[in-house]
């Protein structure tokens, strides 16, 4: 009998306000190293994205009328969709606490979390804090994926030995980190340059940036073959998923784990409303962690996640 049955039944109870509740209870509590990063993971997959397609009598047509693109199923990537945070390295013993839950459980989101999340310290040997956002991340991916393909993932961690080793406050202070514009960089003005990163766990994956440049603009210059990674990507255009450039398309969404306050502040009418109409963006913080490429200006360094797909579907599920 699958473990996660009972638990699986159990946060089916809750709808997409209660999950929202219990990411902003649990937040302040969740290490730094992954309080934007569990965010950013939940703006990528939204519950009601899922309940619509799941509902739907057509799911076929209504992928279709949402304009997805990508790889949006968290039953296929149970495994891999989390691999951004920093305690995606202890998804095995998150993973197992998850399935090794048993009832009762309490009515509460935010205590079913933290019940599980202690109980993943015990084998993790690591604080709760560091545990708290995966765990609340598991939890959901087991909403989403069911009980049979949650129990299917064999719980990997998809990270080099060398990026396993890395402390949270090394990670934080590579975030943090502005690139060394010589020893007369003061002067420099608008020909800084710094350093996107779009993949923290891939050396190889940084471009450069000029002051004041919109991300995707500077991701062009990044003539690599990405096609063959994501067929989102057009080549010769970077690693960023783009079409129009023009906020309008909405193809070039990323989340930003370090370095949103030295992005541009998001424009009401056009960012900030055409990220509503797409689904991508709740918040109405100045810097928020989900940006449109196109819009975002950098005058820093970065660091980037590239969600695994796109789409419109914002005006169709939620009220505007």
Known sequence: MNGTIPLYAHLTRYDTAAWARAVETLVP?????????????????????????????DKAATTRR?????????????????RFLFAHRYWPQVKSAIQNAGPPFPDDLAAVTSAVADAATRTARCDREVLLGMTLVGLMTLRQAGPNDF??????????????ALSAHQVLNKRARDDWQGLLGFTRGVNKRWTVTFDENDPDATFTVIHGQ???????HDKRDYRARDPRCIPGEGPIPVECRAASCGTCWVGVLGGAEKLSPVVDRDERQRMKVFGYLESDDEKPVIRLACQAKAHGAVSIVIPPWNGLFGKFVRPM
């Open 151 to 164: 129990a299917a993932a064999p719980g990997e961690v998809h990270l080099s030995d060398r990026i396993r």
């Open 66 to 82: 949402f304009g997805l693109m990508g790889k949006w199923r968290l039953g296929d990537q149970v495994d891999s969709s989390h």
């Open 29 to 57: 509590a969740i290490h730094e190293i992954d309080r934007d990063a569990t965010r950013i993971w939940f703006a990528f997959f939204p519950l009601d994205l899922f309940l619509a397609l799941e509902e739907a009598e």
């Open 214 to 220: 919109e991300i995707a603009s500077a991701a062009q």
